[in-house]
Every structure is written in C-alpha cells, then in structure tokens.
C-alpha cells in the first residue's frame, strides 16, 4: 500500500471510530434521559449527589466568586468613573455576573473539582471490575450509578452558580461601597432597576442547567468509557476538562447569541 493510501485509511479509521463514540454518547444520553422518572423514584440517591458534588465545590465556588466580584467592581468602577456613571457600578456588577461570569465560570470550576472526581470514581469502579460485578448481579449500572450521578450534577450546578454570582454582588459591594466609596443606596437601586428577572436571571439559570447537563454527562461518560488502568483513568480525567471546558465556551456563544437575539 502506497503511502497516501496508508494515510486515508486512517484517516477513514479515525473518523470512523469519532463518528461511532459520538453515536455510542448520544445513545447514552438519550438512556440517561430515559432513566429519569426511575432515578427520581429514588430520590435519596439523587440527594446524596447533590450533597457531595456541591460539597467538593462550594468552598472553590465561595472563594473564586468574592475574587472575581472584587476585581469586577474594580474594574468596572474605573471604567464608569472615566463618564460620570459610576452610581451604575451595582448595575454593571450584578448584570456581568448573572448573565455571564457566574455560570460560566462556575461550570469551568465545576469541571475541574466536581467533573474529575465524577471521572476518576466511574472510571476506578470500571478498573476495579465493580460495574461487571453489578452487571453479572443483573443491576443495570447506568441505571444505579449513572443516572443518579448525572441529576445529581445537573440540580446542584444552577445553585452552585447562584452561590458564585450571590458572592460575587457582595464582594463588589465590599469593593465599591466599603473600599471605593460608591453611595450604598445607588448601588442597590441601580442593580434593583436594572436587572429583569426573567430575562437577566432567567437566562443565567437556562445557561447554568444546559452547562450542568454537559458538564456532568461529559464527566461520566469519560469514566464509563476509560480503559480499565490507571494511566486509562487519569487520561480519561484529563480528557474530561479538555472537553467539558470547551463545550462550556461554545455552548456559551451559542446560547447568548440565541438569548439575546430574540
């Protein structure tokens, strides 16, 4: 075989194996979809997940948004003072952070705290021969495991993101009010006035469930499918904050460009 021959096969052999992983993925979301309702008639489970995703991540989340609302309401203060309008700092904080900064920031942080975890625990089941164990006792283990691993993630990543944006309003208040000395009452009526509920926190919600859902599924499906060593897992790990940050990134162009043009 020629050399350009040896180079479309494989070519041909890569896209076929991409084009089978991204079936194999979409089947397995479409599975997960369909084990709602049983995964939600054992709630304690789901519970249990949310417990522990949002507990690895709370204090990151905590932390990184009282920083980025301290910078925030830096940043923003000398940029409004330049035209007089720095009674609209509150405004400019509060519609930055629910709009944009606390979901995607938070998802980038719930992909390396919570998703890795996620990933190295499926995946040190699947080397430990836990889930075959489970499938030769006829338990389904993405009915088990998965599916309520994945609702876990996906309830506890909007309330992570309120956590982050909550945070982050008061370390710009910190910054603008107590530090810089903005007038408390502008602040507040400014950010009142201008924030729509359903329209500038809505959108923050919407955004922070579809990074969830990516986020989470990315996480699990990277531990289900790791090879069954430990360099597999770690590669797996890795993997799974290449590709969730990423999908995070575009999936945020792509649902701002559809919020805000409607």
């Given at each position: 075989?020629s050399?350009l021959?040896?180079?479309?096969?494989?070519?041909g052999?890569?896209?076929?194996?991409k084009?089978?992983?991204?079936g194999?993925?979409?089947?397995?979301?479409?599975?997960l979809?369909?084990l709602?309702?049983?995964?939600?008639?054992r709630?304690?489970?789901i519970?249990?997940?949310?417990f522990?995703?949002?507990?690895?991540?709370?204090?990151?989340?905590?932390?990184?948004?009282?920083?980025?609302?301290?910078v925030?309401?830096?940043q923003?203060?000398?940029a409004?003072?330049?035209y007089g309008?720095?009674?609209?700092?509150?405004l400019?904080?509060?519609?930055?952070?629910?709009?944009?900064?606390g979901?995607v920031?938070?998802a980038?942080?719930f992909?390396?705290?919570?998703?890795?975890?996620l990933?190295?625990e499926?995946?040190?089941?699947?080397?430990?021969?836990?889930?075959?164990?489970?499938?030769?006792m006829?338990?389904?283990?993405?009915?088990?495991?998965?599916?309520?691993?994945?609702?876990?993630?996906?309830?506890?990543?909007p309330?992570?993101a309120?956590?982050f944006?909550a945070v982050?309003?008061l370390g710009?208040?910190?910054?603008?009010?107590l530090?810089?000395g903005?007038?408390a009452?502008?602040?507040?009526?400014q950010?009142?006035?201008?924030v729509?509920?359903w329209?500038?926190?809505g959108?923050?919600?919407?955004?922070?469930?579809?990074?969830?859902?990516?986020?989470?599924f990315?996480?699990?499906?990277?531990?289900?499918e790791?090879?069954?060593?430990?360099?597999g897992?770690?590669?797996?790990?890795?993997?799974t904050?290449?590709?969730?940050?990423?999908a995070v990134?575009?999936l945020?162009?792509?649902?701002?460009?559809?919020?805000?043009?409607?």
């Amino acid at each position: 075989m020629s050399r350009l021959g040896a180079m479309v096969a494989d070519l041909g052999f890569a896209t076929r194996s991409k084009l089978h992983e991204i079936g194999y993925g979409a089947r397995m979301m479409l599975r997960l979809l369909a084990l709602t309702g049983p995964a939600f008639r054992r709630f304690g489970l789901i519970r249990d997940q949310v417990f522990f995703l949002g507990n690895y991540s709370l204090a990151i989340i905590t932390v990184s948004g009282l920083f980025v609302g301290f910078v925030l309401g830096l940043q923003s203060y000398y940029a409004l003072q330049r035209y007089g309008s720095s009674e609209a700092l509150g405004l400019l904080v509060a519609l930055s952070l629910v709009r944009e900064l606390g979901p995607v920031v938070t998802a980038l942080l719930f992909a390396g705290r919570a998703g890795t975890a996620l990933t190295a625990e499926i995946g040190l089941m699947k080397a430990g021969e836990q889930l075959s164990a489970m499938e030769m006792m006829a338990v389904d283990p993405v009915r088990r495991i998965l599916a309520p691993r994945f609702w876990g993630g996906v309830i506890a990543m909007p309330l992570l993101a309120a956590v982050f944006s909550a945070v982050g309003i008061l370390g710009g208040w910190v910054v603008g009010v107590l530090m810089i000395g903005v007038d408390a009452g502008a602040f507040w009526s400014q950010m009142q006035s201008g924030v729509d509920v359903w329209r500038d926190v809505g959108n923050g919600i919407v955004k922070s469930f579809v990074f969830g859902v990516t986020v989470t599924f990315v996480a699990l499906f990277q531990g289900f499918e790791a090879q069954a060593t430990p360099e597999g897992v770690a590669r797996a790990t890795t993997r799974t904050v290449v590709l969730a940050s990423l999908a995070v990134l575009g999936l945020d162009f792509v649902l701002t460009a559809l919020m805000f043009s409607v």
